[in-house]
């Protein structure tokens, strides 16, 4: 595997880890409230999960794993869609309230893209090279 996938990877994930301590303040907010209503208590599961594929992603990207980068999808997805949150937190401050969600948007949409890349990449390197051998088609 040549390094510059296992590089990318690891900027990737230091963005996620960047993102997700800008947002750390976030979670206290997610247990604030009634409990009795049933949309808050799905937003407060999305909530969670969304922590937890962050804090899986960047573990799993960083040592280049499957999980990490399918984790790494869920927790773009999740943050984009229903919180709003950007991998790159300090571009959002760049734009107004009432401008930020296309840049938000597009920011998330491609590192989404660039990952997906990363990850077919070192999946079709695994696939042809094995234990320095290429494998026959």
Same mark, same amino acid.
């Given at each position: 595997m040549t390094y510059t996938y296992q590089n990318l990877s690891k900027v990737l994930a230091g963005f996620a880890l960047i993102s997700f301590a800008a947002h750390a303040s976030s979670a206290l907010v997610i247990f604030q409230g009634s409990w009795d209503d049933q949309v808050a208590i799905l937003f407060r599961i999305a909530g969670v999960l969304y922590y937890i594929f962050a804090c899986f992603a960047i573990v799993g990207m960083w040592? !280049?794993? /499957? +999980? @990490?980068?399918? *984790?790494?999808?869920?927790? =773009? &997805? /999740? @943050?984009?869609? /229903?919180? @709003?949150? *950007? &991998? /790159?937190?300090? &571009? %959002?401050? =760049?734009? %107004? !309230?009432?401008?930020?969600? +296309? %840049?938000?948007? &597009?920011?998330? !949409? !491609? *590192?989404?893209i660039l990952v997906g890349w990363i990850n077919w990449n070192i999946v079709k390197e695994n696939r042809i090279y094995r234990d320095g051998q290429m494998l026959p088609k």
């Open positions: 040592f !280049l794993r /499957l +999980w @990490g980068y399918i *984790s790494f999808y869920l927790y =773009v &997805i /999740l @943050g984009t869609y /229903l919180m @709003g949150f *950007s &991998i /790159l937190p300090f &571009i %959002p401050t =760049v734009f %107004p !309230l009432e401008a930020k969600f +296309w %840049p938000v948007m &597009i920011i998330n !949409l !491609l *590192s989404v």
